[in-house]
């Protein structure tokens, strides 16, 4: 089973930053568009940024400015810097593959951002 292990969640105060990282087999992060994706409590798992194979990156309008996503194709880890945290940020963040071929999807077990005072 292909595991894509994240860390660096937590409990930050409102403007405050983390930095996301998650780490995928060779096999699969080499052949895939990188992606983070949040849910909250009683919401459906939507985007939060997503950098292909060749770096090229895509956002959702409510992190831009604010997040980066970036990926190391040696390292086969990419990572989310975090910054300008709000309340509404708050949600379980999960790491994906897409696999360029089949559109496969492969998931992590996520990690719990809380930013509150």
């Known amino acids: 089973q292909v595991q894509l292990v994240e860390s660096g969640g937590g409990l930050v105060q409102p403007g405050g930053s983390l930095r996301l990282s998650c780490a995928a087999p060779?096999?699969?992060?080499?052949?895939?568009?990188m992606g983070w994706y949040c849910q909250a409590p009683g919401k459906q798992r939507e985007l939060v940024a997503t950098?292909?194979?060749?770096?090229?990156?895509n956002y959702a309008d409510s992190v831009k400015d604010r997040f980066t996503i970036s990926r190391d194709n040696a390292k086969n880890t990419v990572w989310l810097q975090m910054n300008s945290l709000k309340p509404e940020d708050t949600a379980r963040y999960y790491c994906n593959a897409r696999t360029l071929l089949t559109a496969r999807d492969y998931w992590g077990q996520g990690t719990q951002v809380t930013v509150s005072s």
């Open positions: 060779g096999r699969i992060f080499s052949r895939s568009v």
């Open positions: 950098i292909s194979t060749g770096g090229s990156t």
